[in-house]
């Protein structure tokens, strides 16, 4: 019998300068305002979420209240410039540590909690991912709670998901071993991420 896959969509990320930019760069482009998010101390970041089913969208950038991390910041939020753009995407594993031994390009765990959500994360020492920052960010969630599940439903399905880098070939080959995501595209080109979404306006596309 084939093994399950270690890896499974859990959200995509819009990165920007401000929060509120960001959240309008997904309601612009979906018709739907991203939700309350919370705050990252440890990374000094903020963010305000919206559900697409089952996995959710998220705008995020640096909290200006928060102290300095002490840290790069993820997602490259430190270097970043330009307009808004869906920048990151996550994948969910039950554990880190294997997937980690799998794929250390990803980073060293990091314990978060917010509320009554924990999870851990794999972040770069450098802060932006692999793949000018395209290499897909890790986490895992503990116990059952999970952002999906207190996510209105504002009628938004994710219908595909691209990924276009010129070394599209070799990222796809390092994750295909743990990930099986039929969303999933990656084309070569200029870096970008692109997302088809399912909203009630019709489809539309994020970038």
């Given at each position: 019998m084939?093994?399950?896959?270690?890896?499974?969509?859990?959200?995509?990320?819009?990165?920007?300068?401000?929060?509120?930019?960001?959240?309008?760069?997904?309601?612009?482009?979906t018709g739907v305002a991203p939700g309350?998010?919370?705050?990252?101390?440890?990374?000094?970041?903020?963010?305000?979420?919206?559900?697409?089913?089952?996995v959710f969208l998220e705008a995020i950038a640096v909290d200006p209240a928060a102290p300095p991390p002490g840290r790069p910041r993820w997602f490259g939020l430190d270097t970043r410039s330009g307009p808004p753009r869906l920048g990151a995407w996550?994948?969910?594993?039950?554990?880190?540590?294997?997937?980690?031994?799998?794929?250390?390009?990803?980073?060293?765990?990091?314990?978060l909690t917010r509320g009554d959500l924990s999870w851990s994360m794999a972040v770069p020492a450098a802060g932006a991912l692999p793949f000018d920052g395209l290499f897909p960010a890790l986490i895992a969630w503990e116990g059952t709670a999970h952002p999906?599940?207190?996510?209105g439903d504002a009628g938004l399905r994710l219908v595909r998901l691209e990924v276009r880098h010129p070394q599209?070939?070799?990222?796809?080959?390092?994750?295909?071993?743990?990930?099986?995501?039929?969303?999933?595209?990656?084309?070569?080109?200029?870096?970008?991420?692109?997302?088809?979404?399912d909203t009630p306006a019709g489809r539309r596309w994020l970038g």
């Open positions: 084939t093994a399950p896959p270690l890896l499974a969509l859990d959200h995509l990320a819009v990165t920007a300068a401000t929060l509120d930019e960001g959240a309008g760069h997904i309601a612009a482009a309350p998010g919370g705050r990252h101390p440890a990374m000094g970041t903020w963010n305000r979420l919206v559900g697409l089913g089952d996550v994948l969910r594993c039950a554990a880190l540590a294997p997937v980690l031994a799998a794929l250390p390009e990803a980073g060293l765990p990091l314990a999906v599940q207190r996510l599209a070939g070799t990222l796809a080959a390092r994750l295909a071993p743990l990930l099986d995501e039929p969303r999933l595209t990656f084309l070569s080109g200029p870096p970008a991420l692109s997302a088809l979404i």
